[in-house]
């Protein structure tokens, strides 16, 4: 497990998978904190903030040296293996356990523990992504399971857990900047024609901006005017006062969503909707590509509408003539554009309890596990690359000034902005405490309960400390799941991933300072 | 491509059960060989989702050559087995499994399956005595936040709850049996209250316990206010929105309102379990 607390954040999955320890399976948690996954591997390794690459390059190296290479798979499937070879040959174990701050032995116990098991998954989640070197952190340790040939195989695999129920099947349906439904590209002539065939519209062939480029055309008067829908980027966005500023700076702001968000406090028009997955009929597509239907149990109150329908009547008043289209009936829709929907009929949906794409016909299972093509020889279609990368810092660097690292994740009992999950009351929250190593709470004079002034570049807020004797020394570690009384993101890192658009959530350098509460407070 | 190794297939047993042939995989448990042929078999501490705690008897089969009766949950299918599950000496024990424990712990909101088996063995507790003298039964309600309510009143001590934190799913090791004989109980350590103990709050004991012992917050207040309707509810099937795991969950509706969340046991993605989130963050989604 590499960058992901999945005990606390995926629960579940976490079952799964200790299903397998008690079985005899090892494990190993790569996370600069000690976390509670980490209690139920064999062995931690506690790297610092953002050498994921060079930790990587390590292992790949030692799996080298030590002819531990799945040479068969190595020569038949992939493409790039002597440049990497290459490239990684300066990370001797020596020089990594410099860089990381992990121990030789433990790297060396990981790789080689990794590449001589018959199966073996390597599982991530945001610790991975949340970096400014998202896609090469990626790649990075599809490297380790390319060398080993750990994917495309009953049982091994790179398993990326999704943070939200529906984060997959969004970018399925196309929700994305160059994306057409099923990861179709707006740059293929043939899927648009065939698309615009069913739409009856026109669609751009160039790609649209994401999440992080929208930020920056407000900035530059490109954007104007925004439509957010079930998101409250207001609190959610890393640097949270310039996104709230640019926000503003919008000549025209329509939120749609469950509550009344910060986001929607700022909006011109708020469109009540109905909660998707207990007052709303449709899909939801899980991390391992499973879509599963969601069913309205209860009424949405007061002027709440169902999604489909806000949609729906808008294009009305665009002139559009949609009607007003049943949870089924798009669903048909998707399948007939859709080829890796295709098989998924909504009795299917409904009878199996979930399929996992792709899923050509209605004939067809679902796919377990994705890129088995891979084993067939020769190989069927490409072959997979390695990729050259090299690890960078984060962009906020620490200094005198700003000498803590900060890191930033989920806890068990809430979720993202607290929206959703700050309306029941659990026994075990701890609320919007900054947590310490004991050396650093011991050096700046801090026991847990006192108040804190927390400044990073780009804002300061008041913070309760709280004492993790799991942590390593120079790292502090928050939820964000409070942004009402603790409005973390003001203190989190805008420096994004050019190839995904994610912010540095993960790496914000932090100077802590003790407030002394007047006698009579 | 999409190839699964299963292994080599389970070869076929074959036994006899109540007179007939039966031939289920090797490895196979009695009660699964009797579910498989429609013969019902009464059930405390057995769930599909756990392994079996082996402890409560009422799932008991007589089979030939065997001096004690056969707890069938856990017992292997072997081959020439020759089973009975309705013979005069199983009733019996049965009986008498259900009458003790029903004479030291309240069974009124025991699953309704529970209910019914109670009756179909004509069970009567009194005979065992006057349950109020008996020393275990007599407990006020633990109450202690606003998720969930320990009533050991209604224990029967089947180790379900125990296992379901512990290794068979949750690995939370946050309560275990205390005490011995009469004295013997499930606790916290040390006895702390629970929000003070390892409890993570996935409820997942409360989704196991047969007998009601433990139950959500919600349902204890209104059936101690009495608008506990279980005939009204409606269960509606949908998928958690916490994580990207896919947990389906089972929402139970009265009057519009949410007043419990379940897991199906039978649902390959969470297998009956929930954490805190799926089983309680639904409040956000009543009124």
Redesign the interface.
Known sequence: MWGSNARAAHPIFFHHLLKGVDAGARMWTVDPRRTTSARFADMWLGLNVGTDIALANGVGREIIHAGLVNTEFVENATEGYEGFAAHVEPWTLGRTAGVTGVPAEAIRDLAHGYASASTAQLIWTLGITEHHTAVDNVLALCNLALLTGHVGRWGSGLVPLRGQNNVQGGGDMGALPNKLPGFQDVADDDARTRLEGVWQATIPAEPGWHLTQMFEAMESDDLKAVWVIGENPADSEADANHAREMLGHLQHLVVQDVFMTRTAEMADVVLPAALGWVESDGTVTSSERRVQRTRAAVTPPGEARQEIDVIAEMAERMGAKWGRPTAEELWDELRSVSPMHGGMSWQRLEAEGGIQWPCPDEDHPGTPFLHGRLWKRPIDGRRAPFSCVDDHPPVDQLTDEFPLRLTTGRVLDSYNTGVQSGKFNSPIRSGDALELSTDDARSLGLVRGDRALVSSRRGSIEMTVAVDPDLPVGLAFTTFHFPEIADVNQLTSDAWDTSSGTSEFKAAAIRVEKLEVAPNA | ?????VGEPHPLVELTIDGNSVKVPEGSTILSACRKEGIDTPTLCWASNLTPANVCRVCVVEVEGSRVLVPSCSRSVESGMVVSTDSERVRTSRRMVYELLASSVEMDRADASVRDWMEYYGVRPERMGRRDEIATVAQSPKV????YVRDYERCILCYKCVQACG?D???TYAIATAGRGFSAHVSTESDVA??DSA????GNCIGVCPTGALVFRTEFDMRVDGTWDEDSQ?V??????????????E?H?QG???VKVTSPAD?????G??????R????????
């Open positions: 491509m999409n190839e699964v190794s202690q936040d606003d998720l290794d799913a949750q690995h629970l929000p409890c993570v709050y996935c409606e509606t099937t949908t998928v958690c929105a916490f994580c990207g795991v896919g947990c389906n969950l929402l509706v519009d309102a949410i649902h390959s993605v969470a297998n379990h929930l954490c805190i989130k799926g309680f963050g639904w409040q956000h989604a009543s009124g």
